[in-house]
């Protein structure tokens, strides 16, 4: 067992650097998934409106979406170290700012904070992302987001575990306090950080003074490379339906199981716990990069199997046991899509892809969560019927998926193959 998690011990451990990046992962996501569960307790606390507690995922997802694009051209222009610092200073103090949510009449400013929150995240996420091949080495980087995705998913199961039962017992309050002192930690670790970054040319930079300029080209460079546009959908696929069932999770805990904040955090732990070892199983399933790419329309099938058992049940032990083998599919196809951008994408357009990834994956939760929220308010189906069809819905994506996108990377594989061989034949040339 212990050489099993000893590249993970010796990254953490050798890599000063990385260490200080992934710290500021571990505080900050202890807070942001401790926190979540009392925003949606504040939500149903002054509200009993299934629509009003789809719309703050929605508004989360849109947030973040809207603001990417511009995200991803900060995060190539500027010092990514001090973005990331400002943006978790910034997003403690709008965390505080929940505290003056005190009835219906006020619930509107938890969406309004919620919404600048997620536009800062929209700047911090792809800059850390961006960060992370600058501060590891080549053999170092897979195990990099596979631990950093571990840890998210340890740190979601523990935040959200404690999270459900201290909005129960200590309130709100207490709980966005301590979310917000979360950032404050988090950024001091980011600034302790030394966190090396390829600067744009004198020419890129004045041909891309123009923020809108500088957009279009991280698409133009996306639409003309293929083989970066490929992983860069995977996310946004695989939530297309996912972010509804994770959504719906809330309602079955509530409606079905009975079972209320404490369910829905034994739930989300579930998921947590499901997409740290995800990765794990995946890389040694898929262990050639070259396959990852088909791999990723196997966990779109696999995970919408799994969920369909979900909404098929009513045993609160089923549910979690296929909510974690579920989100163990999700977490590889997470890991896999990431890696494969942070080698195939140069640093100067590193931000803008993977602000673009987020772009895809806001907008495909944010219509998943919107479709199911307004078929379940207007009572036209009940819970586990929608978890059912959006079950199956993923499923046809990841064979849509084999069918388009696999074959695509399939050729391009070829194509380096020989460029490979060939390369070898004429260094062995005399």
Same mark, same amino acid.
């Given at each position: ?158 935040? *959200?575990? /404690? %999270? !459900? &039962?201290?909005?129960?017992?200590? @309130?709100?309050?207490?709980? #966005?306090? +301590? ?120 966990? *779109?099938? /696999? %995970? !919408? &199997?799994?969920?369909?058992?979900? @909404?098929?049940?009513?045993? #609160?032990? +089923? ?112």
């Amino acid at each position: 067992m212990l050489d099993k998690i000893r590249p993970y011990i010796n990254l953490v451990s050798n890599n000063q650097n990385y260490r200080r990046l992934w710290l500021s992962q571990v505080v900050s996501n202890f807070g942001d998934w401790f926190g979540i569960l009392a925003v949606y307790a504040l939500i149903t606390k002054y509200s009993d409106s299934e629509f009003l507690l789809g719309l703050i995922i929605v508004v989360k997802m849109m947030s973040l979406a809207s603001f990417s694009p511009f995200a991803g051209y900060l995060t190539d222009r500027f010092n990514r170290r001090r973005i990331m610092i400002t943006c978790d200073l910034l997003r403690g103090m709008l965390v505080l700012g929940l505290l003056l949510v005190v009835s219906y009449d006020t619930l509107w400013l938890a969406y309004v904070l919620t919404a600048l929150q997620m536009m800062l995240s929209a700047i911090f996420e792809p800059a850390k992302t961006s960060s992370i091949p600058n501060v590891t080495t080549e053999d170092e980087l897979v195990d990099a987001n596979v631990l950093s995705s571990a840890s998210w998913s340890i740190i979601f199961t523990m935040g *959200m575990g /404690f %999270g !459900g &039962l201290a909005t129960a017992w200590l @309130g709100t309050d207490l709980v #966005f306090i +301590i979310d917000a002192g979360s950032y404050v930690v988090s950024s001091w670790f980011i600034y302790q950080a030394v966190i090396p970054q390829k600067q744009m040319s004198e020419a890129e930079l004045k041909r891309t003074r123009n923020p809108l300029t500088g957009i279009k080209e991280g698409f133009q460079y996306l639409w003309s490379n293929r083989q970066v546009l490929r992983p860069t959908l995977a996310k946004g696929c695989f939530t297309m339906f996912l972010g509804a069932l994770t959504y719906m999770l809330i309602l079955v805990s509530e409606d079905v199981l009975m079972m209320g904040s404490v369910g829905i955090g034994l739930l989300y732990a579930a998921r947590g716990v499901g997409t740290g070892i995800g990765p794990v199983i995946g890389r040694r399933i898929f262990n050639r990069e070259r396959d990852w790419v088909r791999a990723m329309g196997f966990c *779109m099938i /696999f %995970g !919408g &199997l799994m969920y369909s058992i979900v @909404g098929l049940t009513t045993s #609160f032990t +089923i549910m979690m046991i296929f909510v974690f083998i579920a989100h163990a599919a999700s977490g590889a196809n997470w890991v896999m899509s990431t890696v494969l951008l942070q080698r195939r994408t140069p640093d100067t357009f590193r931000g803008r892809v993977f602000s673009t990834e987020w772009l895809l994956f806001t907008l495909a939760q944010s219509a998943s969560v919107i479709v199911a929220s307004w078929v379940l308010e207007n009572g036209w189906l009940n819970i586990q019927d929608t978890m059912i069809i959006f079950a199956l819905g993923l499923a046809v994506v990841g064979i849509v998926w084999h069918w388009m996108v696999a074959s695509q990377e399939e050729t391009y594989q070829q194509i380096v193959k020989e460029r490979e061989q060939s390369s070898a034949v004429k260094t062995a040339e005399p």
